[in-house]
């Protein structure tokens, strides 16, 4: 089956055509600056209709006259709702639209791709898998705030956890690594990309996430603080900061480039080791944030099998896995050092045979994930039979 996988933003669309059963990524793209004008003014890409024509024109060599089967929509917020992914119809395009004060950058644009896909393949079945999705397991006593119960009943204001798609993923290629059916795989999955979460997983399904509300909770990320006295918010508003600037504040100035100068990690790798002090700090802070979530995780999944590192930091930073183990060690996690250091994209185990907990690098793949539901559901959907 010939799945096309979109992540559609505001201004870009993002795009993997995969053969699910061979594996294979037969193509994959990003058309960018959707809406903006080039010089002179003109429109190059007005909107999602015209980003859809160029991936169809980029697709057509790869797809050497066969069709597509399916389309598989990363959906950012599936509120409450949506815990498995979905066929998608009218009603679900307008339920999606619905949680559009969940996530206001984020849903709309998912909206836009889907309905210009329906608009221009009104016959190929579209998925929507959540990254929400994996999260609605989480018991209320981890996603209840500690406030008046009418922001939750008015305003939906409760924990919902993002990243779902790659920590469902990874912890199940975890437990096959250490041969522990998935559904008795009890661990603890650290997603660190530009946006980083950890989640507690019990039973292979997740139990708490430290991404909350939205995205900004929890540990410290690229650009976003994670966890702050919510007090200072208050504060700042009290100074005249508007919600915008605030917003902005902590979701874009803060994090690794309000500590360390910069929100790459390779970066902050290489001017701490040339001993800059604001590097190092920024590394302190983010790998002491990062350890007590896992100690706090591993208490809350009744002791951790398996402490799993994934996404651009988790995967390539032996530094920064380093120095999160280092604290882990009243857990007894050992590193082995040159299976630390060693380069690899497959998963593996970089702890010492001494080790009370393993740790392991699983590199995730949210598209593959992507694919691999939406073929599921559109199989599912047509009887068990394979279309085409
Ligand atoms: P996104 O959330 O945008 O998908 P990624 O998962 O690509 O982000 O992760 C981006 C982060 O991974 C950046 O901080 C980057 O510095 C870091 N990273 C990527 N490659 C390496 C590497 N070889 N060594 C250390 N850090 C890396």
Redesign the pocket.
């Known amino acids: 089956m010939l799945v096309l996988v979109i992540n559609s933003g505001s201004s870009s669309l993002k795009y993997q055509l995969r053969d699910v059963a061979a594996g294979e990524v037969l193509a994959e793209g990003m058309v960018d600056r959707i809406g903006f004008p080039e010089e002179g003014g003109e429109l190059e890409v007005p909107d999602h209709e015209a980003a859809l024509d160029l991936v169809d024109a980029a697709l057509h060599e790869a797809l050497a006259g066969r069709r597509i089967d399916a389309v598989g929509h990363r959906v950012v917020h599936g509120g409450e709702r949506f815990g498995d992914p979905v066929l998608i119809d009218n009603e679900i395009t307008r339920s999606i639209e619905r949680l559009n004060p969940l996530a206001p950058l984020h849903n709309p644009a998912n909206v836009l791709g889907i309905r210009a896909i329906a608009d221009k393949w009104p016959d190929v079945p579209q998925v929507a898998v959540f990254d929400t999705a994996y999260h609605r397991t989480i018991p209320e006593r981890a996603w209840r705030y500690a406030v008046p119960d009418w922001l939750y009943t008015r305003h939906g204001i409760r924990r919902y956890g993002f990243h779902g798609t790659s920590h469902q993923y990874v912890a199940g290629r975890a437990a096959a690594l250490l041969g522990i059916d998935p559904a008795a795989f009890d661990g603890v999955v650290l997603h660190l990309?530009?946006?980083a979460s950890a989640t507690a997983v019990q039973g292979g399904r997740s139990i708490d996430t430290s991404m909350g509300f939205t995205p900004l909770e929890g540990l410290v990320m690229?650009t976003r603080s994670g966890d702050v006295d919510p007090s200072i918010l208050v504060f700042l508003g009290r100074l005249g900061m508007t919600p915008d600037e605030i917003d902005d504040l902590l979701n874009r100035e803060s994090g690794l480039k309000a500590l360390g100068g910069s929100?790459?990690?390779?970066t902050l790798?290489e001017s701490a080791e040339r001993g800059d002090a604001k590097a190092r700090r920024a590394l302190d802070v983010a790998s002491y944030r990062l350890a007590k979530y896992v100690g706090a995780y591993h208490v809350a999944v009744g002791g951790a099998r398996a402490i799993v590192f994934t996404?651009?930091?988790g995967e390539?930073?032996s530094v920064f896995r380093g120095l999160v183990a280092e604290r882990l060690g009243a857990l007894g996690v050992v590193l082995d050092a040159a299976a630390n250091a060693a380069r690899s994209s497959e998963p593996r185990a970089v702890s010492a045979a001494e080790s009370a907990i393993p740790v392991l690098v699983v590199p995730t793949d949210e598209e593959r994930a992507i694919a691999e539901a939406t073929a599921a559901v559109v199989t599912a959907a047509v009887g068990g039979q394979m279309p085409r």
Do not use: E, L, P
């Open positions: 990309g530009n946006g690229g929100n790459d990690m390779r790798v996404a651009g930091i390539n930073s």
